[in-house]
Structures are given as structure tokens and as C-alpha cells.
């Protein structure tokens, strides 16, 4: 093995009723990809933490290049060589790539900026990588994937010799992960430390050497990638086996009746002419890159975007659907992919944040609410939706992924939704929590729901859809039943167009 | 190739920049139109001479509404300084170059102490800056015992500051606080496209967050963004006395709404992160014009203020509708 560039010893760590670390310890490589896995709230972001001086240790040693260190702060840290590229992409949208690489070391000539330069210096950080950015773009016109190359690029150019990736690939599309590992791969060919965090078990076998398991505060243990298989690392993480085991065959009964057509809907760049039926007790899967329209067809669909041509039918009535309110009306439910901004009110509690799509249900008297049924049925749905929380008052913020996905499942089963759209319904979400999430949707199904669910993830899709449909860029390319669709189909029906 | 030059024209001076420029030929040719008094020479100074203290304060308030924040105290800040002049003048008896510091001085003063609150303690910029705007009224009053304030006037003693804004030559007026005005704006400008100030004001607006991370001290620049709005209203303290001859202490409260809305209609974006000095020069000319030129066609005061609500309506309408539309694009 190569020389040990980070050696983290018996690290412990407390909050106020909370031992966060337990005597965890880490060692990383010069030129070694060590993936650190846990479920949410292992333990992982806090040793990065201590590791880059935001918190500080209660007790334990850090050795990084042969001294012994102690950052007060992530600038001492970056100062170092360590740095962070973060899961939430800490970028000035306003500001230009090259402006954001260089914040704070800007080149000056007297009192000025010296931009022109700044862009040089940024067009030959992109050239070592080999990725196509114009330094002079605004940092917010760029994709999510772009972005995350701009932090790998500052990250460098801070001659950084250890880099940490905190789930870099949660927002990516399969492309951009592949073009983010090659990435890695030529950052671990010039003899970097990386430490990669990641919830995705593929990723893991596909581009790390070693593997640190924590669990609750402990380090589990540390294995060989290479000789390792997923269970072993599942079983490490949660103390049990998961099986994702794909669908083999459509749960749907054929003489199934279409609860919601829609025919023909255009809306914007992102959504032209998509057609498509969902039957009762269904579970169909939108498949697709990142941008190929499947967000911007759910929106059209639920009233949030405006259509400008098209038909929606549901169980055959022709509907008119101008606003979510319509669709709600109309039984449709919608779980965004950005659960945190457009899911649930994070500083509100359970009670609140489930009944909030039919309050007016609620309220008598005038216009007083009824909090004796709302906590009534809010309590119904925690117990039916096995939500892990203290009580109904908590706070959703609180609350980990799973559960803040629970409660908003919770609010459109409250609002008697039928047709749930699930938009990413496992992101940012923990393996253990996602096995949940998906037996609760196998139940909402198998209880006459019908869901339609768009995501990244293709083991999600094959695991999970009795039908899929693949987009790309905003149209339907094509159709499987599960028992005939294969990762190999999809994806060439996803990039059938950016392919040729 | 002309094409492209002229595109390339419009994007450095902005879309809603050109909006307004356009706007601003409409109006004046418009009310030169509607009214014969209004074309006239000592219209422009009338209106310069409105211009130059809104015109200050507004430069000074970009840079906290850059960070997303505001700052409410420059309304009365301005009355407040002023009288805190005169009173160095009248009352101690010290040079006017003196209290033209003190003046600045003092403006410096409070717009870091609203940027320590804001930064370091991180009130919200609304409540901070909303309560020393109570603060410096009375202060004002406080420290000069409630007198009024008066600066020299033609003819005494110290009233040369008088003629950094107008010069009279053989009995014509000359606007020379608009070489004064053109010299900051182009500073300014500068300051925020140019420098590391100014890059980090942006940045904070930005994603204050990134910037701390960064290794960056937010809070030192943060603080700055509050510094310069207090020492331009300093700065349009002075400019404020040069243009009125009494300064009733405890006024003030709503100039600094003129100043904020001559900002935004600059294309300032309260969200913090985007906007330009020039597109703040601009949108204080279409006030003071709305301001000088309304009263000649026979709308008065209350008016024009039912005007500038529509206008800051309307443009800021327009600038998140494109923004709304570059996203989507």
C-alpha cells in the first residue's frame, strides 16, 4: 500500500446529549479513493468536521503528513491541504467560475482584480482535468454537475492533497458521475488522498480502493473494496441484509382501469407532446437523465407549471388542471425532488405539515382549526407510516429524510390523494430508511393508489416500476413493461438523441 | 459585424439599464413638451441640486442591499449629521473643513456600528438598521440641544463647500456637483466590479455561506457594505446642506426610500448578489425627474410618490420576469 497521507485516531467527540463520535478512527493513502459509508447520522460529516477544524475534538489525534495538526478552521484546513467539496455546492451563482474558484486569493495588481488572469489561471485548472468550462460564465447558469467540477477545480488549486467528496454524485446524472469518476480517477493517479462519501453502493465498488463503515458514532470497520461484496458492507452499516432485488414482472392486473391519461401535453422546451397512461394500482417509473423532462411533465401535470397544450383525463373525466390547487382537488399528489424547499415547511411541526394540503377540512366555526382531528389523524399516519419521531410535535426539520418523506406522504394521503407523483423519492435518503420508503409505496399501491415515480437511480426504477417510461430531452422515447426492460435499454433510450 | 458590435453594447450596458435610459428621454422630452417652464436651465439645476443627497445615499445604500440587506438609518442619518455640523460651525466655532469630517465621520461611525450588529451579530439588516434610524434621530437633537442646523451661507465665512455642488459665474448657475457625482459613480463602480470589497459584497449576497467557507472573513467585508452606505450619508449630509438653508433636527424618516428605490430601479436586486452603481445613477435620475418634473404638469408631490411605487413595481416585475426566463432558458 502506498504511504499514509491522514491518520485520524480515536476521535471522540459530544453535543449536549448527543455522543456523536466514539472513538472513531480513519486512515487514507496518498492515491487512494476510502469511501465512508454509514446510514444519516453515523457519524460521517461530523469527523469531517473535526477533521477541518468547524468542530473540535473532545479527544484523539489527527496525523496528516507526518505532524500531528488540530485546525481551528476550514481555512486553516485548506490552508493544509484539506478540502471539502461539499454535498450542498457552496457556489455565488452571481459571481463568474473563475470569480468562485479564486474567492479569496483573488490576484490583485495594485487594488485591482486582476479577472483576466483569474480566467487564465481557472482555463488551465480545467485543461489538467480535461472538462470544458468557460471561466467566464456565471456560476449559476451552469448544470449541477458543472458546478461540482468547479469545486474539484478549486480544490486543486489550493494544491490540496487530500480531497473529500461528501455525496457528490446525489444531484448527478449517470453521465456526469461517470465524467465526476474519471475525474477522480486521474486525481488518484497523481497521488491524492480521497475520502468519498456516498450512500450509493455501485459507486462504491465501481471507484473506491477501501471502505470505513460507521454506525452510530463507531467505526464499524475497514474493508477491501475489491474484496468485498455489497452485503457486506449493507450488513456493516445496518446490522441487516438488504436485498434490492429488481421486479421481475408487472404487479398490475391487465384489466387494470386507467386513472389518469394524459395526451399530448406540451409545456416549455422541457415537455413535447408526452402521452401516457396510469393505471390503478400501478407503480410507473419515469426514467431519464438529469434535464430529460420528467420534473417539468409532473409539474405540467399537477397544475405547478403552465401547459400550453394537451389533455388530462382522470378515471376518464376530462379534467381542467390551471393550478395545484386543481389538482389536488382532483386526487393528485406531488412529492418534489427538492423535499426540503417545496415538501414539507421545515420549521413547522408534524401536526401542521400533514394537514397543510386540506387544512380547510379542518376548520369550523368560522375559520377556527379543528386541532382535536388534525392530531388525531396525524397520529393515524405516523403509526400507519411508521414515522420514527418523538412525537407529533416535532419539528420537521428535525426529523431525518426518511421521515420528512413520510410526513409529506402523510399530507397527500390525508388530502385523499390517489395518483401520487414521487419526484426522486429516495434522495438524500439513507439505504435503511429507502427500504422503508419503498415498501411504502408498494403498499400504497397494492391499497389502490397509483403512483407515478420519476428517478435517476436505474436500480430504483427496475426495482421498483411496473411500467417505465424512458424521456429525453422532453419527449417520450420509449415504453418497457418491467419483465422486458433491461438497464441496457434504457439507458439507450435515454441518450438516444445526445448519442448520435 | 455592426450587429454584433451592437449587441455586444447592449449587454455591457444592460437591458434594464437601456429600459431606463429610454425612459429618461421619453419623460423629459415629455415634459418639456407638456410645459414651457420646464424647459429651462434652472430646471436642471433645481433638479441637480434635489439630486445631489438622494443621489449619495442611494450610491451608498447599493452596497448593503448587494448583500441582500438594507439600511433604513441614512434617511435621518443625513438630517442628523448635517445638524451635528452646523452645530461644530455655529456653536463651537471650528473650521468648516472640520465639520465636513465630523460629518462623514459620524455617518462612518453608525454604518459600522449597523454593520458589526448585522455582521457579527446577525440581526436581520431590517430590525438593525430600522432601529438606529430611531437612534440617530434623536441623537441628532440630543447632541446639539435641538437647535436647528444651519452651514454657512453665501457670503460668510466657510461657504465655499457651497461651490462644490454649484458654481455661480457671472450670474449663470453652474451644476458642478454633477463632475463630483460622475467622478464617484465611476469610483464606486470600480470598488464593486474591480476590487476584493466589492467581490465579496457580491459574494455575500451571493451565498454568504460559500464565502465563509472559503476561508474568507464574511464578516469584515459584510461590515464594509454598511461602512460605505454610512459614509455616503455622510457624504449627502453635506450635500443636503449645501442645497437647504435650515435642517430641521428629527426629520428625515422616508429619504432613505427614495434612495432604496433609486437603487432597485437601477436594477439592484434585494435579494442581494446583483446590481450595478450605474443602473443605481440611472434609476435616482428618473426620481429626481418624476420628482422636478411632475409639479410643471400640474401633479404635486403626493403624486409623483404614487408614480415611483408604480415604477419600482413595474421594474422590478421586468427583472425577475427575465431572470425568471434566463433560468428557464
Given amino acids: 500500500m502506498n504511504e499514509v497521507i491522514l491518520t485520524m485516531e480515536g476521535i471522540d467527540k459530544s453535543f449536549p446529549g448527543v455522543h456523536a463520535l466514539d472513538h472513531v478512527s480513519l486512515e487514507v493513502a496518498k492515491g487512494e479513493v476510502h469511501a465512508l459509508m454509514g446510514e444519516n447520522g453515523a457519524g460521517k460529516s461530523t469527523l469531517m468536521k473535526v477533521l477541518t477544524g468547524i468542530y473540535s475534538r473532545d479527544a484523539g489525534s489527527i496525523v496528516y503528513d507526518g505532524r500531528k495538526v488540530c485546525f481551528s478552521s476550514p481555512r486553516e484546513a485548506q490552508a493544509a491541504g484539506i478540502v471539502i467539496v461539499h454535498q450542498e455546492l457552496n457556489m455565488m451563482g452571481h459571481l463568474t467560475v473563475a470569480q468562485n474558484i479564486f474567492i479569496g486569493r483573488e490576484h490583485t495588481r495594485g487594488f485591482l482584480i486582476d479577472d483576466a488572469q483569474m480566467n487564465d489561471a481557472a482555463r488551465q485548472l480545467f485543461r489538467q482535468l480535461n472538462i470544458d468550462i468557460d471561466p467566464k460564465e456565471k456560476m449559476g447558469r451552469l448544470t449541477v454537475g458543472k458546478q461540482q467540477m468547479c469545486e474539484i477545480a478549486k480544490a486543486i488549486s489550493h494544491e490540496a492533497k487530500v480531497i473529500i467528496f461528501d455525496e457528490p454524485s446525489a444531484a448527478l446524472t449517470d453521465t456526469e458521475i461517470e465524467q465526476l469518476f474519471r475525474i477522480i480517477r486521474v486525481l488518484r493517479n497523481k497521488q491524492y488522498g480521497i475520502v468519498y462519501i456516498s450512500h450509493r453502493m455501485d459507486e462504491i465498488k465501481q471507484i473506491t480502493d477501501r471502505v470505513t463503515v460507521m454506525r452510530d458514532g463507531k467505526t464499524v470497520g475497514t474493508l477491501i473494496t475489491a474484496q468485498s461484496s455489497k452485503d457486506d458492507i449493507v450488513r456493516m452499516m445496518v446490522g441487516r441484509v438488504i436485498f434490492e432485488k429488481p421486479k421481475t414482472v408487472s404487479h398490475v392486473p391487465a384489466d387494470a382501469p386507467v386513472v389518469l391519461k394524459v395526451a399530448n401535453l406540451n409545456a416549455g422546451r422541457m415537455v413535447r407532446d408526452v402521452s401516457f397512461e396510469l393505471r390503478k394500482g400501478e407503480i410507473l417509473g419515469f426514467s431519464g437523465l438529469m434535464g430529460a423532462g420528467r420534473t417539468e411533465t409532473a409539474r405540467a401535470v399537477f397544475g405547478a407549471d403552465i401547459k400550453e397544450s394537451g389533455e388530462v383525463f382522470i378515471n376518464g373525466k376530462k379534467v381542467q388542471i390551471h393550478s395545484p390547487q386543481d389538482a389536488v382537488r382532483e386526487g393528485i399528489g406531488y412529492l418534489s425532488e427538492d423535499r426540503k424547499r417545496y415538501g414539507v415547511v421545515l420549521k413547522k411541526n408534524i401536526v401542521e405539515n400533514s394537514t397543510l394540503a386540506c387544512l380547510r377540512r379542518y376548520v369550523k366555526r368560522g375559520d377556527l382549526i379543528d386541532s382535536t382531528a388534525e392530531r388525531k389523524d396525524t397520529t393515524a399516519y405516523v403509526a400507519a407510516l411508521k414515522t420514527k419521531t418523538p412525537g407529533i410535535e416535532q419539528l420537521v426539520m428535525n426529523l431525518s429524510g426518511g421521515n420528512q418523506q413520510k410526513v409529506v406522504v402523510a399530507k397527500w394521503l390525508i388530502s385523499n390523494s390517489n395518483i401520487l407523483i414521487f419526484d426522486e423519492p429516495t434522495r438524500g435518503i439513507d439505504v435503511g430508511a429507502k427500504q422503508e420508503i419503498y415498501e411504502l409505496m408498494n403498499l400504497l399501491v397494492k391499497e389502490g393508489k397509483s403512483i407515478i415515480m420519476i428517478s435517476s437511480e436505474m436500480p430504483e426504477i427496475l426495482r421498483m416500476s411496473d411500467r417505465i417510461i424512458v424521456m429525453c430531452e422532453g419527449r417520450i422515447t420509449a415504453e418497457f413493461d418491467v419483465a422486458e426492460a433491461t438497464q441496457e435499454k434504457i439507458m439507450n433510450a435515454a441518450t438516444r438523441d445526445i448519442a448520435v | ?329
Fill in chain 2, 1 to 329: 459585424m455592426t450587429r454584433a458590435t451592437g449587441k455586444s453594447i447592449i449587454k455591457a450596458i444592460g437591458t434594464q439599464r437601456l429600459v431606463i435610459i429610454g425612459v429618461l428621454i421619453v419623460l423629459f422630452a415629455f415634459f418639456s413638451i407638456a410645459s414651457e417652464s420646464f424647459r429651462r436651465y434652472t430646471t436642471l439645476i433645481t433638479m441637480s441640486s434635489y439630486m445631489y443627497y438622494i443621489m449619495l445615499m442611494s450610491i451608498g445604500v447599493t452596497f448593503p442591499l448587494l448583500t441582500g440587506g438594507v439600511d433604513l438609518s441614512i434617511g435621518t442619518g443625513v438630517i442628523c449629521y448635517s445638524i451635528v455640523g452646523s452645530f461644530i460651525i455655529r456653536q463651537m466655532g471650528m473650521p468648516i473643513g472640520v465639520a465636513m469630517l465630523v460629518t462623514i465621520g459620524m455617518g462612518v461611525a453608525i454604518g459600522f456600528f449597523n454593520g458589526v450588529i448585522v455582521a457579527k451579530l446577525e440581526l436581520p439588516p431590517f430590525i438593525t438598521t430600522l432601529c438606529s434610524m430611531m437612534i440617530v434621530r434623536g441623537l441628532g437633537s440630543i447632541l446639539t440641544g435641538g437647535m436647528s442646523g444651519v452651514w454657512p451661507m453665501a457670503g460668510q465665512d466657510g461657504s465655499w463647500f457651497r461651490d462644490l455642488f454649484k458654481v455661480t459665474i457671472d450670474g449663470t448657475i453652474y451644476p458642478v456637483g454633477m463632475v463630483l457625482i460622475i467622478i464617484l459613480v465611476t469610483v464606486m463602480s470600480i470598488v464593486l466590479n474591480h476590487t476584493r470589497v466589492g467581490r465579496y459584497i457580491l459574494a455575500i449576497g451571493s451565498n454568504k455561506e460559500a464565502l465563509k467557507l472559503s476561508g474568507v472573513n464574511a464578516a469584515r467585508w459584510h461590515i464594509m457594505a454598511y461602512v460605505f452606505s454610512g459614509f455616503f450619508a455622510g457624504l449627502a449630509a453635506i450635500a443636503y446642506a449645501g442645497t437647504f438653508s435650515n435642517i430641521t433636527p428629527g426629520t428625515g424618516a422616508g429619504l432613505e426610500l427614495d434612495a432604496i428605490g433609486g437603487a432597485i430601479i437601477g436594477g439592484t436586486a434585494m435579494t442581494g448578489g446583483s446590481g450595478s452603481i450605474i443602473g443605481t445613477f440611472l434609476g435616482v435620475c428618473l426620481i429626481s425627474l418624476l420628482k422636478t418634473g411632475l409639479p410643471y404638469i400640474g401633479l404635486q408631490a403626493n403624486w409623483q410618490q404614487i408614480i415611483t411605487g408604480a415604477i419600482i413595481i413595474t421594474a422590478v416585475t421586468i427583472d425577475m420576469a427575465r431572470n425568471r426566463k434566463q433560468r428557464a432558458g
